[in-house]
């Protein structure tokens, strides 16, 4: 079972991808999780994930990030194309090859 | 795109170097952690508005007195328990998430230090309002007063649960400071020990600093703090001038693909706070009410469908649009947009980098918030009295704000009547511009 986690600043846009992505994963029987969570309440979560996906709108959350999971897992900024059209498809896709390639 | 001139390249330039010194401050980890803590604290602030609505106007239109002042009495307690402890409740948290951004190992420990240090620093005297007598006041000892607890506490609250952490967190790490109890000692009994002399240092320090504070000065740190830092901030960040300069720098990060909240989460949003908290326990209390310019006259007059108004370009894209693609953007992006999250605009429209659509993006908030102010100060719409949240839909969210005034959602139809029209042109722009792009997209491929 995969983790994913989506962060932005409050929460709400992000939990709007989550609820596509958990659709995908529904439909395609992929053995995922997805969640959502505002920037203020990530830091809770990241030790039981295994990708933090940031916004666009808060990429410059990067660094800190990276600094935060210590390099146990991948930190990726999610496409500003992919995240404005919600497509969870595509997100999902890069989310799997960044933690294959993390490995 | 290909050939930029030598001003377009140069203009891009400035734009990446601003948008890279802007993400920098939204970096830095105290004013993230201010950010942080305020909205972990907002839905108390948001309780306090909806007991204060229920209070001065729904109460109101089924209840007379006597039986309407008892009832009264439930939300005035919800406000004391709400806006009139803003600063000691904000203490705690900005410890709390600065210690956690700073992953200190040991956040509530920092959080009760925060609390502690903020009581060491009131004055032991303070002047209170007679019970038995509102216009007469006087001093007396051994009361936290709401003046201090309050909303004019909130930056004494804030600086001094930032600094006593920071310094608790510093000596915490100083290894000779540890106590050690040898083997045989479970580490959660060595771990309390730990936190003690850390604890007794910061504390004692912060109590050297009060004590020269009143005997020498005979003032306090509190006091000092809202007359020095708070006050003279407020009046310059949330006049109309600066509050829109301000917030446009946020919009135009925005368009940046950065969130505005980097800028206007930590310049403006606190002090517009302030100001409703402010107006809140004025509604509450029947007096006059203090601001003008308040976060509830920014969210309703200047966010409608989300940071830039994009509400209107929705619309504007609807009825007179022409490209598809968009057309399908804008209908996906429909029902989050009633409830001003528009990040699918924002970034799928695209308004990102969108030349066409970055100037009416910063100008159509600035005239929302600038007509509000001044049908406000001119006396056509009741001042907002209430903190509706953010994502409160548009009409509604005048109204509430407004303390239910139907004249609020007048002026928010011509805002988007406005809106719609200065839209319209920049759009059809960026219509023309994005279809010719993806006709080359489509070549290449």
Redesign the interface.
């Known amino acids: 079972m995969k983790k994913i986690l989506l962060v ?3 929460g ?2 992000t939990s ?1 991808l989550v609820q596509k992505m958990q659709k995908v994963v529904a439909e395609k029987n992929l053995d995922a999780q997805v969640e959502a969570q ?3 309440n990530a ?2 979560k990241i030790d039981d994930v295994d990708i933090v996906l940031l ?7 990067k ?2 990030m990276e600094k ?1 999971v210590n390099g146990r897992i991948p930190v990726d900024v999610i496409d ?2 992919d ?4 497509n969870a498809q595509k997100v999902l896709d890069k989310a799997f090859k960044t933690m294959e390639d993390f490995k | 795109m290909a050939e930029e001139t030598a001003k377009e390249k140069k203009g891009r330039a400035f734009l990446d170097k601003f948008a890279m010194v802007a993400a920098k401050v939204g970096n830095q980890i105290h004013l993230r952690s201010l950010r942080d803590a305020f909205a972990t604290i907002m839905p108390l602030y948001i309780l306090a508005g909806i007991a204060v609505l229920i209070n001065n106007v729904i109460f109101p239109l089924f209840m007379k007195d006597p039986i309407l002042t008892n009832a009264q009495v439930w939300g005035n307690l919800l406000v004391n328990g709400t806006l009139n402890i803003a600063g000691l409740a904000i203490a705690p948290v900005i410890g709390y998430c600065l210690s956690k951004n700073k992953r200190f190992d040991n956040p509530i420990a920092a959080a009760v230090i925060s609390l502690a240090a903020l009581i060491v620093m009131m004055p032991l005297n303070t002047e209170a309002t007679l019970a038995s007598n509102a216009d007469k006041t006087a001093m007396v000892t051994g009361v936290l007063t709401f003046k201090n607890l309050g909303t004019s506490g909130m930056f004494a609250g804030i600086i001094i649960g930032l600094l006593a952490t920071e310094f608790f967190i510093r000596i915490s790490s100083v290894k000779k400071l540890q106590i050690h109890l040898g083997e045989g000692v479970p580490p959660a009994v060595e771990k309390s020990f730990n936190v003690l002399i850390p604890n007794l240092i910061v504390l004692a320090c912060f109590g050297i600093i009060a004590a020269i504070l009143s005997v020498a000065g005979n003032t306090d740190l509190i006091t000092l703090i809202s007359k020095m830092v708070q006050e003279p901030l407020r009046n310059v960040n949330t006049s109309l001038a600066g509050c829109l300069l301000i917030y446009s720098v946020g919009n135009l990060l925005f368009t940046l693909g950065i969130h505005q909240a980097v800028i206007y989460g930590v310049l403006l949003e606190p002090l517009l706070i302030a100001n409703i908290n402010d107006n809140m326990v004025a509604f509450a209390a029947h007096q006059a009410i203090p601001h003008i310019m308040n976060v509830s006259l920014v969210t309703s007059f200047g966010l409608i469908g989300g940071s830039g108004c994009t509400l209107c370009l929705m619309i504007a894209t609807l009825i007179f649009g022409k490209y598809k693609p968009t057309k399908d953007i804008v209908k996906m992006a429909a029902v989050p947009g009633v409830f001003n999250i528009n990040e699918p605009i924002i970034f799928g429209y695209p308004i990102v980098f969108n030349m066409a659509l970055m100037l009416p993006f910063i100008l159509l908030p600035v005239i929302g918030i600038s007509l509000a102010y001044f049908a406000t100060s001119i006396g056509l719409v009741n001042p907002c009295v209430v903190l509706t949240p953010w994502t409160t839909p548009v009409f509604v969210s005048g109204f509430l704000a407004t303390g239910g005034d139907w004249r609020a959602i007048v002026l928010q139809l011509v805002i988007v009547i406005i809106g719609v029209f200065l839209y319209l042109p920049f759009m059809k722009v960026s219509e023309k511009v994005t279809a010719r792009q993806m006709a080359l997209e489509n070549e290449e491929a």
Do not use: H, I, K
């Open positions: 932005c600043n409050a709400m846009s709007l505002p920037l203020a830091m809770d916004g666009p709108q808060v990429g410059f959350e660094g800190n935060d500003m194309r995240y404005g059209m919600m």
